[in-house]
């Protein structure tokens, strides 16, 4: 079992919807990330919370807003997104960003937009 | 910039068979080296991690040592099983940007059994 969880596990929504991606630790750790997935490649990092502040937005398009309310939940709010941006959403936590701490994954929420 | 070359996939293997992912790394002083798998249908698990150059990491028969001479970092087990089919990615992050953590662009092992 996962220690980090994500829900809803499938999300199919259209290009005018908006809709919340949810994610849980209870490790006690003070990083917390957003990564996407497309089929065949590595995750690619969005966004990085360091003790619940945004320290890493990696250029991300504005249709993509996390959100950090409190040190085990991250939140990515989705809103007018492209089909494009069909992909499997991981989020990850670590202990803190020192560069031996691992990243814990949870098993993803597969997006759809259509 | 930093970067992780892994051998291209996808590799297929009978059950039993002996085990190399080779990872090699480009990188600016000592960077940590990973290596996670991610099995279908799940988010990537740390496999093995190793911190300095000569470190073994070892977990579920893999193994990996952090060869700095060579900037390799390959992965290894004596025997595979069917249930080690998935995707390894080898990785890496710096102290000055832990961060941001570089992947390899992943190797698919399927093995018969």
């Not at chain 1, 005018?16 to 994610?23: M, Q």
């Not at chain 1, 919370?49 to 040190?71: A, G, Q, T």
């Not at chain 2, 991690?49 to 700095?68: C, H, L, P, Q, V």
Request: with cysteine; aromatic share 10%.
């Amino acid at each position: 079992d996962t220690e980090v969880t994500q829900t809803p596990k499938h999300l199919v929504m259209g290009m005018t919807n908006k809709k919340s991606l949810k994610c849980e630790q209870h490790m006690g750790h003070r990083a917390m990330y957003w990564y996407k997935q497309k089929a065949k490649k590595p995750p690619e990092l969005m966004f990085v919370y360091s003790y619940e502040k945004l320290s890493i937005n990696e250029s991300v398009p504005s249709r993509f807003s996390p959100e950090c309310p409190n040190s085990s939940l991250l939140n990515l709010h989705l809103h007018a997104l492209q089909p494009e941006d069909s992909a499997l959403y991981l989020c990850a936590s670590s202990q803190d960003r020192d560069r031996g701490s691992p990243l814990h994954f949870g098993n993803g929420t597969r997006l759809t937009v259509t | 910039g930093d970067s992780v070359t892994q051998m291209e996939g996808p590799v297929t293997l009978s059950e039993e068979a002996f085990l190399t992912i080779n990872c090699t790394y480009t990188a600016t002083g000592y960077p940590s080296l990973f290596w996670y798998v991610q099995y279908p249908g799940e988010g990537l698990q740390l496999l093995l991690k190793a911190t300095k150059a000569d470190d073994k990491g070892s977990n579920k028969g893999f193994e990996a040592t952090y060869r700095k001479e060579t900037t390799s970092f390959h992965l290894e087990k004596g025997s595979v099983q069917v249930s080690d089919s998935a995707v390894y990615f080898c990785a890496l992050s710096q102290y000055s940007s832990a961060s941001k953590i570089i992947f390899g662009s992943g190797t698919r092992l399927s093995i018969r059994p």
